[in-house]
């Protein structure tokens, strides 16, 4: 049972004489891609793994702070002093770039920018300090290993590295609620961890390459000797002044201190906030769009004010993806072969696979493939096929010129448990699929491979490194063509792009809506009959309605309004915050959320004024773009709607 | 001197950059096969010493070591100068994708790490009007040249080159392709004294008010002098606002 938690006093290094081995740090770090697209797949990978079994998606913000100096407050509470002691010993012992930059940087007067990933509806840190199981002992204690079962994403475990990669002090910090806590854990759970060589400080002493930031009573517990997780109120108001603070819901908060684009370790060219939302927001949407677009997964971002939600609502936007969603969501029940643009086309094949050795699992079962033809104007990633699994993340985007075709589609093979449409649940084929191609992919999860894995060879029945090959290869290439040209190619007909082709409308912005989801009139008519800058404030009036018409009565209705600063090209520059919303109606509700106005109507109130503000701004020069072109706008809106019998 | 026609390659061989292995030059795939691009190529209307300009672009790649950005002040003067085009003709992707596909690849890749696929696709083939960061490598060369030199001289071409972070802010945009605003924008951000930009803080916050104030007051049609004017008196505001932790 975990002691009474005490505050971390200092960074703890284990001492150790200056003959005995040396350690350069995280051995990952050059085994995987150091790139901005890879910290964002392995981090969101494992966090989507890490999701409750209910039905209920995964939470993940990502937020990046930016400081010019940090506060003393923060300061103290990291025990910044000590952790600088111990990373400005060790950059000392570093080969190549990395700590060395990153400590110039800081010297010159270099922003620190602290990302933290906030997940909802995840397990949490779980475990003790001593097993070898749990997540604990994979992400805090021995990050790198692996304590998930087969057929998750992250089954190599080899994500947890590249948060301390993506450090420039190599250190991470977590604050973890627990779905299911052991006795005498209260959570929250705060820890921190830093690896960095292994280092000698000006009075000489020399330390080992592992730091921690914990509790020092673990220091006397012979089976620790270091420090532990602090956890309960000790861990909540460390945290708060961290600004680490968290939800008290299940999951985890894990900080990354000192946050640099891993691939700029000399910090020549680091992103701004702007363009590490673009990464996260292209890569999030690339990878991730089955688990998003099934409800599993939803990301938010506000890197340094750059708010963005990629969402089931929003995954659809993405042009780059947004073929693929209909093509997968919409391949149930779809024809064998394809007609023209925006026409969906599914076969199921049967895989077959190897049982594994330590008992029998089946040994094949149906795959789904599924193609769409693409309109004329889309043009991102024609031509591929998403390959991927139950994990709900796109392992790869295979050319299909790469297998001889150069038609215009977009492409899915779903496995194992991705198989399924939505109303069905995986068969015992299914999750054997799942299993046996979640131990062909490498590290980096970017592939399928049987040749040179050895887990693989060792755990199933010979042959099953060609049954990698052949899916790949031989049988894509030969479904993929019934798919394409089907009935055509045997009756000798050709397919005449040039005469089959409509021009795509402008509205449905590059994906198919007309199959499943029939157009709407917009849901709300509204008008700004007025907007002024008064006292330093923009202010809004105006009035909105919803506009259902029929047989139905409006029982209650809410939109959420955002006011938005505006370049000179019309893109938007940054959210004005909203201070306050007053409206004309006794049955209603006007308030701020989080800097955005929120009407509520809770009866059908008809047309409602409103008189919308913003937070006071420090000047109002245009010439110093101090106040500029403003949009208000309309960002969420929910109708709720009552039968009436006629 | 020997004037080679430039060629331009179509649309359609986008799809050649599918090839990693050509992307980060492994497994000795350092060009493509002219039979590979021979169906995408057309001829242009114009003309360069590329010969020169090879020779000026392998000097550079010896005397700076692989990926750093420092190699661009020289690249973009030998670009500039050895390419001479109307802005007109300079606006054709097409041309500056085939000088980084066909003839240059290796300079491509001397210059840029290989940090991913995507990544690596946008310093071969230009994927939107940013300059800095969705334009090939040639292409960015060449218009931050174009929009820095002055009567030939490069002066503020090697400047700009100095900071990444101001050539991402001002050159992605749309204020950025006003000559007069880039050079006001460098003439106050750049302070010749200590030969060094304003932080990236300050160039962050000095042109995104630029920006906004250009939806107020017609910025395009003003001269350099008086749009320097305004971005000093921005700066002045910025920095007074950091310093009172504003």
């Known amino acids: ?646 | 001197m020997t004037q080679t026609k430039l060629m331009r390659l179509n649309h359609e061989a986008r799809q050649l950059l599918d090839d990693k292995a050509f992307l980060n030059g492994g497994e000795g795939r350092v060009y493509f096969d002219e039979t590979e691009l021979e169906q995408y190529t057309q001829p242009t209307d114009h003309t360069a010493d590329l010969d020169i300009l090879e020779d000026r672009l392998r000097k550079i790649v010896e005397d700076h070591d692989e990926y750093a950005g420092e190699m661009d002040k020289e690249a973009a003067v030998a670009v500039h100068e050895e390419i001479d085009l109307t802005r007109s003709a300079a606006s054709d992707s097409g041309m500056w994708n085939d000088l980084a596909m066909r003839r240059f690849p290796w300079f491509v890749r001397h210059r840029w790490r290989y940090e991913s696929e995507t990544g690596m696709k946008k310093k071969f083939w230009t994927y939107g009007a940013a300059l800095d960061s969705a334009s090939s490598t040639f292409e960015r060369l060449w218009w931050i040249a174009e929009l820095t030199q002055e009567d030939g001289c490069y002066k503020n071409t090697r400047k700009v080159f100095e900071s990444r972070r101001f050539c991402f802010m001002m050159f992605d945009t749309q204020i950025g392709r006003y000559k007069p605003a880039a050079l006001a924008c460098l003439d106050a951000l750049y302070d010749d004294e200590g030969e060094s930009f304003a932080s990236n803080e300050v160039i962050d916050a000095t042109i995104k008010r630029l920006r906004r104030a250009g939806t107020t007051i017609p910025l395009e049609g003003r001269t350099k002098t008086e749009l320097t004017d305004i971005v000093q008196s921005i700066r002045a505001d910025v920095e007074s606002n950091t310093e009172a932790g504003l």
């Open chain 1, 1 to 646: 049972m975990p002691s009474e938690s005490a505050r971390p006093e200092d960074w703890w290094f284990k001492e150790q004489p200056p003959g005995q081995s040396h350690s350069p740090g995280l051995l990952q770090k050059k085994t995987l891609d150091r790139s901005l697209e890879t910290f964002v797949k392995e981090v969101l990978q494992n966090i989507n793994d890490a999701g409750l079994d209910n039905d209920s998606p995964v939470e993940v913000t990502f937020r990046l702070l930016e400081f010019d100096e940090p506060s003393e407050v923060f300061k103290n509470a990291i025990c910044w002093d000590s952790l600088l002691e111990h990373v400005r010993a060790a950059k000392e012992e570093q080969d190549g770039p990395g700590l060395d930059d990153y400590i110039d940087y800081l010297d010159d007067g270099g922003t620190l920018r602290l990302l933290i990933a906030e997940e909802k509806n995840t397990s949490g840190i779980q475990g003790d300090e001593v097993s070898t199981e749990g997540d604990y002992a994979a992400l805090v204690r021995d990050p790198g290993s692996s304590n998930k079962s087969g057929d998750t994403g992250g089954r190599h475990g080899l994500g947890s590295s590249v948060l301390w990669v993506a450090s420039g002090l190599q250190t991470v910090l977590f604050n973890s609620y627990l779905d299911e806590e052991l006795s005498g854990q209260e959570s929250p759970r705060l820890v921190g961890r830093s690896f960095v060589p292994t280092h000698a400080t000006s009075d000489g002493q020399w330390y080992d390459n592992e730091g921690w930031f914990g509790s020092p009573t673990g220091i006397e517990n012979p089976d620790l000797e270091r420090p532990e997780s602090v956890w309960g109120d000790v861990a909540e108001g460390l945290a708060e002044e961290l600004s680490l603070n968290r939800p008290g819901e299940a999951g985890t908060s894990t900080m990354v201190v000192g946050f640099r684009d891993p691939s700029d370790p000399s910090m020549e060219e680091q992103p701004s906030p702007a363009e590490i939302a673009d990464t996260f927001e292209e890569t999030t949407a690339d990878y991730f769009w089955p688990a998003i677009s099934r409800g599993e997964l939803e990301v938010h971002l506000n890197m340094a004010g750059d708010v963005r939600h990629i969402t089931d609502e929003t995954i659809r936007d993405h042009e780059r993806v947004a073929p693929f969603i209909a093509c997968y969501e919409n391949r149930e029940g779809a024809a064998d072969s394809l007609n023209g643009p925006g026409s969906v086309a599914n076969i199921e094949f049967e895989y077959e696979i190897q049982s594994r050795k330590d008992s029998e699992t089946p040994a094949s079962g149906p795959v789904s493939l599924a193609a769409r033809r693409a309109y004329p104007g889309e043009e991102e990633r024609v031509g591929e096929i998403a390959l991927f699994r139950g994990s709900g993340m796109v392992v790869q985007y295979k050319p299909g010129h790469h297998l001889g075709f150069s038609e215009k589609f977009h492409g899915v093979l779903a496995c194992g448990n991705a198989r399924p449409g939505m109303e069905d649940e995986p068969t015992d084929e299914d999750s054997a699929i799942d299993k046996f191609l979640a131990m062909a992919e490498p590290p980096a999860h970017d592939d399928w491979i049987g040749e040179k894995n050895d887990e693989l060879k060792g755990t199933y029945e010979s042959g099953c490194v060609k049954c990698i090959k052949r899916l790949k290869k031989q049988l894509l290439r030969k479904h993929l063509s019934k798919l394409l040209y089907g009935a055509r190619e045997s009756t000798g007909q050709s397919y005449r792009p040039s005469r089959d082709i409509v021009p795509k409308i402008a509205r449905s912005n590059g994906r198919e809506t007309s199959r499943s989801t029939p157009s709407l009139a917009a849901p709300f008519d509204w008008e700004v009959t007025d907007s002024t800058v008064d006292r330093n404030r923009w202010t809004f009036r105006g009035w909105i309605e919803p506009t259902i018409n029929g047989s139905n009565r409006v029982a209650e209705w809410s939109v959420i309004v955002e006011m938005a600063a505006m370049f000179e090209d019309n893109r938007e520059a940054s959210k004005i915050p909203v201070d306050e919303v007053r409206i004309d109606s006794a049955s209603s509700d006007g308030r701020v959320d989080d800097g955005r106005g929120v009407i509520k109507a809770t009866e059908d109130s008809g047309r409602i004024w409103f008189d919308i503000r913003s937070k006071v701004f420090a000047d109002r020069d245009p010439r110093l773009g101090d106040v500029g072109e403003t949009k208000f706008k309309i960002v969420d809106g929910s109708i709720t709607v009552e039968e009436v019998s006629s």
